[in-house]
Nanobody
Framework: QVQLVQSGGGLVQPGGSLRLSCAISGSNLDWHSIGWFRQAPGKERDGLSCISLNDGATNYVHFVRGRFTMTRSNDGRTIYLQMNNLKPEDSAVYYC??????????????WGTGSLVTVSA
C-alpha cells in the first residue's frame, strides 16, 4: 500500500507563486513514474508534469512549461511542484500520483489527497 499526502495550495493573486508538496510512504515504493495532475470544476483531469524513473527525464505539458517546475527530494520520498506566474485558469484541485506499471504517467496507480489552488484577485 502506498500513501501520498499533499500539502500546500491555497489562494494566490494572479502572477503569484505557490509550492505543492507530496510525501510518499508505504510498502510498495517501486514506482516507474511520478506525476502532477489537476482538475478544474466541470473539466477533465489534465496531466501537468511527469518524472520517468526509466531515464530520469521530467516532462511538462505545454501550458505549464516554463512556469511550473517539478522536483524530487534526495531520497525520492517527496515531490514538489513549484508554480510561478499563476493565472486564474490555473485554479483547480491538484493531485500527485505514482505509477508502478507505466514509465510515462499514462496509467497511475496511487493518488494523492488533493490540493485546492485558487488564483484570483
Amino acid at each position: 500500500q502506498v500513501q501520498l499526502v499533499q500539502s500546500g495550495g491555497g489562494l494566490v493573486q494572479p502572477g503569484g507563486s505557490l509550492r505543492l508538496s507530496c510525501a510518499i510512504s508505504g510498502s510498495n515504493l517501486d514506482w516507474h513514474s511520478i506525476g502532477w495532475f489537476r482538475q478544474a470544476p466541470g473539466k477533465e483531469r489534465d496531466g501537468l508534469s511527469c518524472i520517468s524513473l526509466n531515464d530520469g527525464a521530467t516532462n511538462y505539458v505545454h501550458f505549464v512549461r516554463g512556469r511550473f517546475t517539478m522536483t524530487r527530494s534526495n531520497d525520492g520520498r517527496t515531490i514538489y511542484l513549484q508554480m510561478n506566474n499563476l493565472k486564474p485558469e490555473d485554479s483547480a484541485v491538484y493531485y500527485c500520483a505514482t505509477s508502478i506499471s507505466n514509465w510515462y504517467c499514462n496509467k497511475m496507480d496511487y493518488w494523492g489527497t488533493g490540493s485546492l489552488v485558487t488564483v484570483s484577485a
